[in-house]
């Protein structure tokens, strides 16, 4: 959790942005968000490893151009890794990096969120 200080150093940045422009909240959720990529980054921090036909077969509903194309993009922002073994046939393996190890906390935060929300949504019906 953030201390008071971080909090509202950050609510400063939030005051000062413009949103319309470079934003930390959306530029995070641009690497982060979709339909797709929190469903990979999850199969991910509960396998450790996982090869594409096992991701396309636990992603319900993902097709084989889209879970491609955010692997590609996972990659290209540093959160998955793809290793290529030079066997017959090729095995391709993804892990998630540090970095993207580091985004449990930040999920976990945001499901105490969720649940508060919920909860507080549900009771005052």
Not at 115 to 121: E, G, L, S, T, V
């Amino acid at each position: 959790m953030a201390s008071k200080q971080e909090l509202e150093k950050y609510l400063n940045i939030i005051k000062e942005s413009n949103f319309n422009e470079k934003c930390p909240i959306k530029d995070a959720l641009e690497v982060i968000g979709g339909k797709w990529k929190l469903n990979i980054l999850g199969q991910l921090l509960r396998k450790e490893v996982c090869r594409f036909n096992q991701l396309k077969r636990d992603i319900s509903g993902i097709t084989n151009t889209m879970l491609s194309n955010s692997l590609r993009e996972l990659e290209n922002d540093e959160l998955i890794i793809r290793n290529q073994y030079n066997e017959m046939p090729v095995r391709v393996e993804y892990t998630l990096t540090d970095r993207g190890r580091n985004l449990l906390p930040l999920l976990y935060e945001l499901t105490i969120w969720w649940d508060d929300y919920k909860n507080n949504k549900e009771n005052s019906k």
